[in-house]
């Protein structure tokens, strides 16, 4: 058995995808409308209701209205301050024409310049949750960034990382602005999280902070908080985890963040489902399904590939495959229990392959790995 090290969890199946909105602040905007007024927030649901899906974007007609007011209120704003300045000039006596012509100019220039910016956002999302060794966890924070600098041309994101995972993203746009803010420390990391991180939001001017990894920061700041739960069963199967995540302290920081961010993702229905049983004063309303995405890194090989990967890890060219870290929550051991009747009665003729690190409480599934019926079909790889 090679030596183990992390390897990513499958968690519930997500949802099937859902068509993404042309205009992502419309919604926000539509909730607190349908707050205000009924009336005309029926008004909006219905013009949000006239929607084209091209792809995996739906366009709606009240997405297209804003967009258009926006614009026409940028437009607007900028040539009105643009006179306002202009006028201001023409008070000032002490300038010759030219000077005065000079000096519009450049006054029309730095009014339409801040119109642009202020539809830009700025956006900060903390990775300092990164372990030294990627869990599907870790695997969704990179892979979050990494998407995001590929179809973000509009935002800035200031993205917080420890001083050990400053390498982990080379090739980012210059939208994008690595901070090294912490260590992997765990108290350090906390005490960016809780202390740093909101100072930070405020220093910078932050729009909006992603806490990608269950807890957010828990002091007000200007910013909006949007929080990401990969699953509860630290709630629901608090046996099944490391003391630190089934303890009441955690629990109620997860709870307590899951109450205060603006925005809550989620990879499925079932872990929506879940925020709402056990933590049932959380707003159904700012939950959001998002589930994960593919990396490129899975697609079919070469049968060449293939046989050489088989051969160099010691597995047949046909077998069954977890992905994930050996530990009580994966529930193994029913696993192994239900290959092992189908292997005697002849039912499987595939070999299973376990292929992540070893985590906590794992002898039992080493055991079952090597006892009689399982002995030779399963192989520990490790990562």
Known sequence: MTAPVPAPAPEPEPAPAQPTDVAPAAEGIREAVSERSEAVGGVVDTLDSWALSLGDMRVSVW?????VMVIVGVITAAWFFSKLAHAGLRRITRLDPSQRVLAEKLLTL?????AILVGIDLLGIDLTALLPEATGVDAYLLGLVRGLAEVDRRNRYVVFVNR???GRL???????????ASTRHRPVRLGF?????????????LDVIHSPSFILPLADSRAKHVLTIHDMTSFSHPALHEPLRRSR??????????RRAARVCVPSRVVGEEIRRL???????RLRVIPYGISEEFRPEAALERAAAAGRLDVPSGYLLYVGTIQPRKNL????????RLAVTGAVEEQLVLAGRLGWDYDRVVALAGAPGLRGRVHLLGY
């Open 110 to 114: 730095a009014v339409w310049a801040l």
């Open 164 to 166: 050990e995972d400053r």
């Open 63 to 67: 997405d297209g209205l804003l967009v």
């Open 170 to 180: 080379p090739g980012l746009p210059q939208s994008f602005e690595l901070v090294t």
């Open 193 to 205: 999280q809780q202390l740093a991180l909101p100072l930070l939001g405020v220093a910078r001017r």
């Open 249 to 258: 302290l955690y629990r109620t920081a997860v709870a307590a963040s899951i």
């Open 333 to 340: 051991e029913l696993l192994l229990e239900c290959y092992r």
């Open 279 to 285: 933590v049932p004063e959380a707003d159904p309303a």
